[in-house]
């Protein structure tokens, strides 16, 4: 195979959620990226790939809304318009309502292909005018749009306001990374390379590109898997999500649209594959003595999935010419529902720094810009780092004083409503340095 | 940042010159010396583009708002405000009288694709040479040079009837010897010691006067603010320390 060489402006490694994301709002904000995924196309949004569903914050709302995606999700969107956080088993618990706030829902809950199938309709809709773009495709590789054929170098984009383009290319695996004082190159196992001016890690908790980049990252295993399903049942889930507390972990019931829910089931690290194992009708006794039988009868819609639970914070956010996204930077406990609502945090902080610079005649590698995205996302993951890892200690455990302080601690916050609202704002991501975009504003 | 000694008479230092054209390779380190220029870059990049925007009737948000403007960049170093001034859709000349501050500007236009036109030159060359352009710019430059009126006179002589000067300076107040001198130098060694020298600070009010002779008119003078808490610059009504002036060329008027 030939070598082939192309630039782009931004280039951003991991097809993901975040890096899809990413794609769109630095495309609508007049970029041209190109994201780069080691997947086929489009098998992010297979049934097969992914049975998550995230909990969109009310911010995240917002900003999926200013990228012009929501409007695709509504119809698959279960507004949570309740929270109810139990103890185990204990009588007490911690209510949260929106009503408490205001009219809108304390947030909504997707299935994740559902996410990826707008965010590969928007892409689509992005793409840019049929530019060669010589990216390589090795045996059983494919380009999503299949216009990109030719050699021919695309040229930089320098000029400010032009319009922003976004292009996926599926199915190659980045082996290199060179951080030139101009622009940073990704070498492909076939020999092929893209330079760009920034180069964005979106490629997960175990980030190569983070590794390649000399990055170091700290992980802490919980020694938990989060076990992952959907069910459907007879009686109606009221738009309320149920968060309980059991002795191996934090148990979920969150509402889908129609009568379904997706359960994220806590468990310890070595019960877990036995369960996993298990035939579906005792599979589903076990989750119904965990789940209750509140929403009447349970049956299993589709596959069971299973994730290792673990804490991921790389050192730095930023190299030359490289920024880290998501959970490429930090991938956090999901006891709070908010690994997708961070990374689209880093999203709009990132595409903000860009835009601002962009503005000023600065370009996407900048380093002084770079730094004042470092810094904005630190102290905001720092601080929800610590408190889901504080809140996961605290609870996973079965110790009778704890539990009982626990439950204690739960009802008293619920009586007191000025305290509640803080904790509810924070959730919904509505509080401090919020970028433009999590405010539901244009760039 | 600097000027040369040359055939000309010129107003330039040249004990500064050989200064900064020492650590000329470190222009773009954005966490060397010039590290405080890195970071008030935005915002005074920022006061520029509104500016020149404000002054031709262009959206400054726009897409490129310079698009055609001619314009020089004095004392232009590295190219830090030079490059910018391209992207935004200026034409651009950059001079500077360390030879290598304009090697290393060239070499770095040519890594981002720009096309400047980068010359070794004092103010004074260029006014000999008969330049003109609607915009002067002469950022944290006016405080090194030998002769502030001279230097002036010059960069009113190479902009165009109708055009603006604006430049960057130090304030010679209390304030600013406090965080200029003693806190920017000698406690938080943002800038080595000697960088500058307080009794050339020129205030907006003698600035006013120099520009006023040749036919300028000062239209705005604002602070550059350095918020601590944020570790960011921006532009604010207090002009103690660093201020920015813009002037508008009217000849015979």
Same mark, same amino acid.
């Given at each position: 195979?030939?070598?082939?060489?192309?630039?782009?402006?931004?280039?951003?490694?991991?097809?993901?959620?975040?890096?899809?994301?990413?794609?769109?709002?630095?495309?609508?904000?007049?970029?041209?990226?190109?994201?780069?995924?080691?997947?086929?196309?489009?098998?992010?949004?297979?049934?097969?790939?992914?049975?998550?569903?995230?909990?969109?914050?009310?911010?995240?709302?917002?900003?999926?809304?200013?990228?012009?995606?929501?409007?695709?999700?509504?119809?698959?969107?279960?507004?949570?318009?309740?929270?109810?956080?139990?103890?185990?088993?204990?009588?007490?618990?911690?209510?949260?309502?929106?009503?408490?706030?205001?009219?809108?829902?304390?947030?909504?809950?997707?299935?994740?292909?559902?996410?990826?199938?707008?965010?590969?309709?928007?892409?689509?809709?992005?793409?840019?005018?049929?530019?060669?773009?010589?990216?390589?495709?090795?045996?059983?590789?494919?380009?999503?749009?299949?216009?990109?054929?030719?050699?021919?170098?695309?040229?930089?984009?320098?000029?400010?306001?032009?319009?922003?383009?976004?292009?996926?290319?599926?199915?190659?695996?980045?082996?290199?990374?060179?951080?030139?004082?101009?622009?940073?190159?990704?070498?492909?196992?076939?020999?092929?390379?893209?330079?760009?001016?920034?180069?964005?890690?979106?490629?997960?908790?175990?980030?190569?590109?983070?590794?390649?980049?000399?990055?170091?990252?700290?992980?802490?295993?919980?020694?938990?898997?989060?076990?992952?399903?959907?069910?459907?049942?007879?009686?109606?889930?009221?738009?309320?999500?149920?968060?309980?507390?059991?002795?191996?972990?934090?148990?979920?019931? =969150?509402? %889908?649209?129609?009568?379904?829910?997706? @359960?994220?089931?806590?468990?310890?690290? +070595? #019960? $877990? /594959?036995?369960? &996993? *194992?298990?035939?579906?009708?005792?599979?589903?006794?076990?989750?119904?003595?965990?789940?209750?039988?509140?929403?009447?009868?349970?049956?299993?819609?589709?596959?069971?999935?299973?994730?290792?639970?673990?804490?991921?914070?790389?050192?730095?956010?930023?190299?030359?010419?490289?920024?880290?996204?998501?959970?490429?930077?930090?991938?956090?406990?999901?006891?709070?529902?908010?690994?997708?609502?961070?990374?689209?945090?880093?999203?709009?902080?990132?595409?903000?720094?860009?835009?601002?610079?962009?503005?000023?005649?600065?370009?996407?590698?900048?380093?002084?810009?770079?730094?004042?995205?470092?810094?904005?996302?630190?102290?905001?993951? =720092?601080? %929800?780092?610590?408190?889901?890892?504080? @809140?996961?200690?605290?609870?996973?455990? +079965? #110790? $009778? /004083?704890?539990? &009982? *302080?626990?439950?204690?601690?739960?009802?008293?916050?619920?009586?007191?409503?000025?305290?509640?609202?803080?904790?509810?704002?924070?959730?919904?991501?509505?509080?401090?340095?919020?970028?433009?975009?999590?405010?539901?504003?244009?760039? | 940042?600097?000027?040369?000694?040359?055939?000309?008479?010129?107003?330039?230092?040249?004990?500064?010159?050989?200064?900064?054209?020492?650590?000329?390779?470190?222009?773009?380190?954005?966490?060397?010396?010039?590290?405080?220029?890195?970071?008030?870059?935005?915002?005074?990049?920022?006061?520029?583009?509104?500016?020149?925007?404000?002054?031709?009737?262009?959206?400054?948000?726009?897409?490129?708002?310079?698009?055609?403007?001619?314009?020089?960049?004095?004392?232009?170093?590295?190219?830090?405000?030079?490059?910018?001034?391209?992207?935004?859709?200026?034409?651009?000349?950059?001079?500077?009288?360390?030879?290598?501050?304009?090697?290393?500007?060239?070499?770095?236009?040519?890594?981002?694709?720009?096309?400047?036109?980068?010359?070794?030159?004092?103010?004074?060359?260029?006014?000999?040479?008969?330049?003109?352009?609607?915009?002067?710019?002469?950022?944290?430059?006016?405080?090194?040079?030998?002769?502030?009126?001279?230097?002036?006179?010059?960069?009113?002589?190479?902009?165009?009837?109708?055009?603006?000067?604006?430049?960057?300076?130090?304030?010679?107040?209390?304030?600013?010897?406090?965080?200029?001198?003693?806190?920017?130098?000698?406690?938080?060694?943002?800038?080595?010691?000697?960088?500058?020298?307080?009794?050339?600070?020129?205030?907006?009010?003698?600035?006013?006067?120099?520009?006023?002779?040749?036919?300028?008119?000062?239209?705005?003078?604002?602070?550059?603010?350095?918020?601590?808490?944020?570790?960011?610059?921006?532009?604010?009504?207090?002009?103690?320390?660093?201020?920015?002036?813009?002037?508008?060329?009217?000849?015979?008027?």
């Amino acid at each position: 195979m030939t070598k082939r060489e192309a630039t782009c402006e931004i280039a951003i490694v991991g097809g993901g959620l975040v890096g899809l994301t990413l794609g769109v709002a630095l495309a609508n904000a007049g970029f041209a990226a190109v994201v780069v995924d080691r997947d086929p196309p489009a098998s992010h949004a297979a049934p097969a790939f992914d049975g998550r569903a995230s909990a969109i914050a009310l911010a995240s709302a917002r900003a999926l809304n200013a990228l012009g995606l929501w409007r695709d999700l509504a119809a698959d969107a279960q507004p949570i318009d309740q929270i109810r956080v139990s103890d185990g088993r204990s009588p007490l618990f911690l209510h949260y309502d929106h009503r408490d706030l205001g009219d809108e829902p304390l947030g909504h809950m997707v299935e994740n292909r559902r996410l990826h199938r707008a965010l590969l309709d928007r892409a689509q809709g992005l793409s840019a005018d049929p530019l060669p773009l010589p990216l390589p495709r090795g045996e059983g590789e494919r380009v999503a749009d299949a216009r990109v054929r030719s050699n021919l170098p695309l040229p930089l984009r320098e000029k400010v306001g032009e319009r922003g383009s976004l292009r996926l290319v599926n199915g190659v695996t980045v082996t290199g990374l060179d951080q030139g004082p101009h622009r940073a190159t990704l070498s492909f196992a076939d020999g092929g390379t893209l330079a760009a001016r920034l180069v964005c890690g979106v490629d997960g908790a175990r980030s190569r590109l983070r590794d390649m980049a000399g990055i170091a990252a700290r992980t802490w295993s919980y020694r938990q898997t989060g076990i992952v399903c959907t069910v459907s049942h007879t009686e109606p889930h009221r738009a309320v999500a149920h968060e309980r507390f059991l002795p191996a972990g934090p148990f979920a019931i =969150l509402p %889908l649209t129609g009568n379904r829910a997706s @359960l994220v089931w806590t468990e310890r690290e +070595d #019960l $877990a /594959p036995t369960l &996993l *194992a298990l035939p579906d009708d005792e599979f589903l006794a076990e989750l119904g003595s965990r789940f209750g039988d509140f929403l009447g009868d349970l049956v299993l819609e589709g596959p069971r999935w299973s994730y290792p639970l673990s804490l991921t914070l790389a050192e730095r956010y930023v190299g030359d010419r490289l920024v880290l996204v998501g959970d490429a930077a930090h991938g956090i406990h999901p006891i709070a529902g908010q690994g997708f609502n961070l990374g689209l945090r880093d999203v709009a902080a990132l595409a903000e720094v860009l835009v601002d610079g962009r503005r000023v005649g600065l370009e996407p590698g900048d380093a002084a810009q770079l730094a004042r995205y470092a810094a904005w996302r630190r102290s905001d993951v =720092l601080a %929800l780092a610590a408190v889901t890892d504080a @809140l996961n200690r605290l609870f996973s455990n +079965d #110790l $009778a /004083p704890l539990r &009982l *302080a626990r439950s204690a601690g739960l009802a008293a916050v619920n009586q007191m409503p000025a305290l509640k609202r803080i904790f509810m704002r924070h959730a919904m991501g509505t509080v401090g340095a919020v970028p433009r975009l999590m405010r539901g504003e244009g760039l | 940042m600097s000027r040369r000694e040359s055939g000309t008479a010129s107003s330039v230092d040249a004990r500064e010159v050989a200064a900064f054209d020492a650590k000329a390779g470190a222009w773009w380190d954005a966490t060397g010396v010039h590290a405080p220029l890195h970071r008030l870059n935005p915002a005074r990049l920022g006061y520029i583009r509104d500016r020149i925007a404000a002054h031709r009737g262009r959206d400054s948000l726009g897409p490129q708002p310079l698009a055609g403007v001619r314009v020089i960049d004095i004392g232009c170093g590295g190219g830090l405000v030079t490059e910018p001034m391209a992207r935004l859709g200026a034409v651009v000349r950059g001079i500077d009288a360390g030879a290598a501050a304009i090697a290393v500007a060239r070499d770095h236009a040519a890594g981002q694709d720009l096309a400047i036109d980068y010359r070794v030159a004092t103010v004074e060359d260029t006014a000999a040479e008969g330049g003109r352009f609607d915009v002067v710019l002469a950022l944290e430059i006016v405080e090194h040079v030998a002769d502030v009126g001279a230097f002036l006179a010059a960069a009113c002589a190479i902009a165009a009837d109708g055009g603006l000067i604006i430049l960057s300076t130090l304030n010679r107040t209390w304030k600013s010897y406090a965080l200029a001198i003693v806190g920017a130098e000698r406690i938080l060694r943002w800038v080595p010691p000697g960088t500058h020298d307080w009794s050339r600070f020129p205030a907006p009010a003698e600035i006013a006067r120099h520009l006023r002779g040749h036919g300028a008119r000062v239209t705005d003078v604002s602070g550059l603010v350095y918020d601590p808490v944020r570790n960011r610059w921006s532009i604010g009504r207090d002009t103690a320390v660093n201020y920015l002036l813009t002037a508008a060329v009217m000849r015979g008027r």
